[in-house]
């Protein structure tokens, strides 16, 4: 897909993100996070992508508290402004279009000093999102950036990598974010450096009903 910059300049291949701040209140993320400990502290947790911290089975959205309905409301109507915006001309994203019919399925990673999460990339979904309960205050600037990478393999061979976009894009968590992103892309989690647990949802989406 072309995006037109101008009468003759326009930009291939380009890679859409959603990244969106304020998300929940501050009072539903902290219900959010009274929740997720409450069950880390009964349930073992399960390793994927995760090098030590707690990570919940992939049964987010099964939980019954209250919070965790209105957060699966929002990534719904982000997904569906997500997806629009890609697909439509600009200026009709979101209007008058029947709801994408979606399938989604979260889980929970808490993680403590020194934990991270390997490069990785979501295999056979549409989008990947992730939406930070905490943010964790860091000692060191980096820790617990998301970082996704460049999908084009060649594009970090050119001599000016920023000019073409090629470097990787870290971005830093704070409470409130939804981010989303094609499942494709590799992305990782650099290691969490401070006192306090890092809390996020990950989350794999579907879409069942979407026509290009």
Not at 38 to 57: D, F, K, M, P, Y
Request: one cysteine or more.
């Amino acid at each position: 897909m072309l995006v037109k910059l101008g009468a003759d300049l326009s930009v291939m291949f380009g890679t859409p993100i959603l990244v969106r701040m304020g998300v929940l209140s501050p009072s539903v993320n902290a219900q959010l996070e009274k929740a997720v400990l409450a069950r880390a502290a009964v349930e073992q947790g399960v390793q994927v992508s995760n090098v030590g911290g707690w990570q919940s089975r992939p049964d987010f959205f099964d939980w019954h508290e209250p919070e965790i309905a209105k957060l699966g409301t929002e990534i719904d109507w982000a997904v569906q402004q997500f997806v629009s915006a890609g697909a439509a001309p600009t200026g009709t994203a979101g209007k008058n279009q029947k709801p994408l019919k979606l399938w989604k399925a979260g889980w929970v990673n808490v993680n403590r000093p020194g934990d991270y999460n390997i490069l990785h990339n979501h295999p056979g979904q549409d989008l990947a999102a992730v939406y930070y309960v905490k943010a964790g205050r860091s000692e060191d600037p980096a820790g617990g950036r998301l970082e996704l990478r460049d999908p084009r393999s060649a594009a970090g061979f050119c001599s000016f990598p920023k000019l073409f976009s090629a470097e990787p894009l870290r971005i830093t968590p704070e409470p409130g974010m939804l981010v989303i992103f094609p499942a494709w892309i590799e992305h990782m989690v650099h290691p969490h450096h401070g006192p306090e647990n890092r809390i996020s949802i990950a989350i794999n989406i579907k879409l069942l009903d979407f026509n290009e």
